[in-house]
């Protein structure tokens, strides 16, 4: 079974792994920063997780998010944080996602190159959600829920 097209390791490094280390600092953040809690105790879900990608890299490279993975039976409105990454386009991936997120918690959409587009086309439903976009990092996009 391949759940990736990409097979040079090179590519991999770059297109997953790095891909998947660089929300760490902005979940880390924006996390500590809005929730006045400790790291340790956060709530991830990884929505369309078909390759373990990315929260299997970010419990290796942060173990206190590996800490707080477990099987979950009610999803609504239960996490800190939603990461997607390579699942759908912006409106749908809202939809999906943040209905996960309690009030104050965000979402992270790790997207292409130049998501703007992508972002300004799901503008109507991120507020219809009752979200904002926090910010716009390199190469994902980062929003909460007000």
């Known amino acids: 079974m391949n759940l990736t097209i990409v097979k040079e390791i090179n590519e991999v490094m770059e297109r997953h792994i790095e891909d998947s280390l660089v929300i760490i600092p902005y979940i880390q953040n924006s996390y500590t920063s809005s929730?006045?809690?400790l790291i340790n105790n956060i709530?991830?879900?990884d929505v369309g997780s078909g390759a373990g990608l990315p929260i299997l890299v970010l419990a290796i490279?942060?173990?206190?998010?590996g800490q707080n993975l477990r099987q979950y039976s009610d999803f609504r409105e239960n996490f800190d944080v939603a990461v997607a990454r390579a699942i759908a386009e912006?409106?749908?991936l809202v939809e999906y996602c943040l209905p996960l997120v309690h009030v104050g918690g965000f979402f992270v959409a790790v997207k292409g190159y130049d998501p703007h587009e992508e972002v300004r086309n799901a503008e109507r439903t991120i507020k219809?959600?009752?979200?904002?976009?926090l910010q716009f990092c390199s190469g994902m996009i980062c929003g909460d829920t007000e």
Request: hydrophobic share 55%; proline share 5%; charged share 10%.
């Open 61 to 65: 490279a942060c173990p206190v998010i």
């Open 90 to 92: 912006m409106r749908l």
């Open 43 to 45: 709530r991830i879900v």
């Open 128 to 133: 219809l959600m009752g979200a904002s976009i």
């Open 35 to 37: 929730c006045n809690n």
